[in-house]
């Protein structure tokens, strides 16, 4: 999986896991490809950090607990942290 697949991935399943984001400046920068956010701009409680690891398990195979998840940033620390895993796993 490239870095750009990862990122797509992982912004699909922030989508899949919320259930209430109504912020359009933010939802309009998850949409570019290399779009990058403040993870507090994703208004994540730690139910939706639980939700959204567990969604990026089931879609890449690669485990990011809440810790990883909390302790990110921004999206695009999601990402290299989901790379650096996979590249471990393998």
Do not use: C, Y
Not at 10 to 20: G, K
Not at 22 to 44: K, W
């Amino acid at each position: 999986m490239t870095a750009a697949e990862a990122r797509a991935m992982i912004v699909d399943a922030r989508h899949e896991t919320a259930r209430s984001f109504n912020n359009p400046a933010v939802s309009e920068r998850l949409q570019v490809p290399d779009g990058d956010v403040r993870l507090e701009e994703l208004e994540l409680d730690s139910l939706d950090l639980v939700e959204w690891g567990v969604e990026i398990e089931k879609r890449s195979g690669v485990v990011l607990d809440t810790a990883d998840l909390a302790s990110a940033g921004r999206l695009s620390d999601v990402v290299a942290t989901l790379m650096a895993k996979q590249t471990a796993d393998a």
